[in-house]
């Protein structure tokens, strides 16, 4: 009896500090958002967010960097709200290197946020728009793209291989960036958890024994989207990428599918991308 009531008493007490930690938890959070996945030289970067535990007169610090680079840093007052806005002008000499920049808040030793957006140098050759793709007999949904050397003129759904297919004028090297919104079109496990999308690339015409697997790069994750940037060369024209999953109608498949989308296709992208990218 004595025994069952010591261990009624320490389970009593172990859930009780679960409860405070993860209360804890939830209340030293920081959510931070930006007008743009994307921004070029001469951009004003600005910066939404909140905290969830507001200090009288104590500011939160935004930095930005550049791999391990300082770029800009600020303090910003938090309103009585627990809301936050500043903008940082993207020009000098800080604002060198194309690529991913880190924003980085932190308002106390617990309330720390992070977030990336992409940064070029120029905007020359370089084109940004929402393309509605059309599901047949469901309607359409939005994929925003920004494309570098070159544009986007069409953008289709492949119901049977769970893809997209984008067709595009490259008229010289550069690279395109999708923001695929989750609830249309994602990659994932039967368990949700994210894998990687197949990008297949060819120059010619849209037959599958054409394409070319290549890498691409995740650039920004979250709840609502999936931001992926690929590298093209000039004359590039179809790009396809494959998931495993199109809106609720559809529902999701297993990963059987991406194997058979890649088997389906003439799979050289190793040899193919020591060329093109390295």
Not at 33 to 43: C, F
Not at 60 to 72: F, G, K, P, R, W
Not at 256 to 274: G, P, Q, W
């Amino acid at each position: 009896m004595y025994n069952s009531r010591v261990f009624c008493i320490m389970l009593t007490l172990t859930l009780a500090i679960g409860m405070v930690f993860n209360a804890a938890e939830a209340v030293d959070q920081i959510s931070l958002s930006t007008s743009s996945d994307i921004y070029y030289s001469g951009d004003y970067v600005v910066i939404f967010g909140s905290v969830n535990t507001i200090f009288e007169n104590m500011p939160i610090t935004i930095q930005i960097y550049h791999e391990s680079n300082l770029v800009d840093v600020a303090q910003v007052p938090v309103a009585q709200d627990g809301t936050f806005v500043k903008s940082f002008n993207a020009v000098g000499q800080q604002w060198k290197e194309e690529g991913t920049y880190t924003i980085r808040a932190q308002y106390t030793s617990t309330q720390i946020g992070e977030m990336t957006f992409e940064f070029f140098n120029q905007v020359i050759d370089a084109s940004s728009a929402v393309f509605p793709v059309q599901i047949p007999n469901s309607g359409t949904f939005d994929v925003g793209y920004t494309i570098r050397g070159g544009d986007v003129t069409d953008i289709n759904m492949n119901l049977d291989r769970y893809s997209l297919l984008v067709e595009t004028t490259m008229d010289s090297n550069g690279n395109l960036i999708l923001k695929l919104p989750r609830e249309s079109f994602d990659a994932q496990k039967n368990d949700g958890n994210d894998i990687t999308f197949i990008v297949l690339i060819s120059k010619e015409n849209n037959e599958s024994e054409d394409f070319v697997q290549v890498e691409y790069e995740e650039i920004a994750t979250s709840s609502d989207y999936r931001t992926i940037r690929i590298p093209l060369e000039e004359g590039d024209k179809w790009i396809e990428v494959i998931g495993t999953y199109v809106i609720p109608e559809f529902g999701s498949v297993v990963i059987i599918i991406l194997v058979v989308a890649v088997s389906s296709a003439i799979i050289i992208s190793k040899s193919r991308f020591s060329v093109r990218y390295n």
